[in-house]
């Protein structure tokens, strides 16, 4: 699961140094708590720069807190991160609106609201007191008949997030569940018999978890994306222009460098025929612990995408 601080939450509702400090401190006290249970809790990185206290930024707050929290405050939104937004999964067209009618796109809100709809369990966290002290949130993604509602989570307490994640059933507790879960859910994809087996090296991580099976829910929608003339959907369009094009995509193809000095590490057995093998430079990324996700490239309509790889990047330097 993944938990984004609610930027929204922070609106010139303080009056003193003091109790914005209490408010931040509990916020602080959620983020511990979601990393104690391996959850990824992001900031954005313009955060500092919002008014708790009118006419006073959150820098200019947390320079009146104790060394010590200064100090731990702003590492953490200015270099410690992690910040959604080096992640970000909407985009600027994409019309996210909450219940009151505010528009909420470029926010951790309209974040959480897409990433929620695209199959990454996503939570807010939001200061309190401010007008966001309930739970759950509900955004419209505006798609024109398309319209979709989603509910988010939003944690304001970290007793109540630590019971919530105490008493939380979890299918996936182990490399090996994460290959029997990842073959029940996506069909559509056929993953070779070892491309789990990298994994088994590596601390098992519940957020590199999440991340893989919202990496290859992307495949497995996008292979299905194609109308009867093999051509992609418009759905699929903009999924490869969401997730396959730019700087910061979720997949990519290698380096011509990479393909040239790891040309051997990229070719893999082909998984339906033992006598071929496949190069598969394109990959899927996972940032935190640097696992790839390597399968075949292109994805053609009615065509199998064979996943062969899953495990720490081959291509490091």
């Not at 990324?285 to 696992?291: A, D, F, M, P």
Request: aromatic share 12%.
């Amino acid at each position: 699961m993944d938990f984004l601080f609610n930027d929204l939450s922070i609106h010139g509702q303080f009056y003193d140094i003091s109790s914005f400090r209490n408010a931040f401190a509990r916020v602080m006290e959620i983020s511990r708590v979601a990393e104690r249970f391996n959850h990824d809790f992001y900031f954005n990185r313009m955060i500092v720069n919002a008014e708790p206290i009118p006419d006073i930024t959150m820098r200019q707050a947390i320079a009146k807190f104790n060394k010590n929290e200064q100090r731990a405050a702003m590492f953490r939104l200015t270099r410690g991160g992690p910040f959604w937004d080096d992640l970000r999964r909407h985009g600027k067209d994409d019309w996210m609106e909450s219940e009151n009618g505010e528009i909420v796109t470029d926010s951790a809100l309209g974040e959480a609201a897409f990433r929620t709809l695209h199959s990454v369990v996503t939570s807010l966290v939001s200061v309190r007191p401010s007008d966001w002290d309930y739970s759950p949130v509900q955004v419209v993604w505006r798609r024109g008949p398309e319209d979709q509602d989603i509910g988010i989570e939003n944690w304001r307490d970290a007793i109540d997030l630590e019971n919530r994640l105490r008493s939380a059933p979890s299918s996936v507790l182990s490399w090996s569940d994460l290959r029997n879960v990842s073959k029940k859910l996506y069909e559509r994809l056929v993953f070779a018999g070892n491309c789990f087996e990298p994994l088994e090296g590596l601390p098992f991580s519940k957020s590199s978890v999440d991340r893989i099976i919202f990496l290859l829910g992307i495949l497995d929608r996008f292979a299905d994306a194609f109308d009867n003339k093999g051509n992609r959907t418009p759905e699929g369009n903009k999924m490869y222009k969401d997730y396959f094009t730019g700087g910061n995509a979720l997949f990519s193809d290698s380096s011509d460098t990479e393909k040239r000095n790891f040309k051997g590490e990229l070719t893999f057995p082909h998984p339906a025929n033992p006598k071929e093998s496949l190069f598969c430079p394109w990959h899927g990324k996972e940032r935190r612990n640097i696992i790839r996700l390597h399968f075949s490239w292109p994805i053609r309509a009615g065509k199998p995408v064979y996943v062969v790889y899953v495990g720490p990047k081959i291509t490091k330097k």
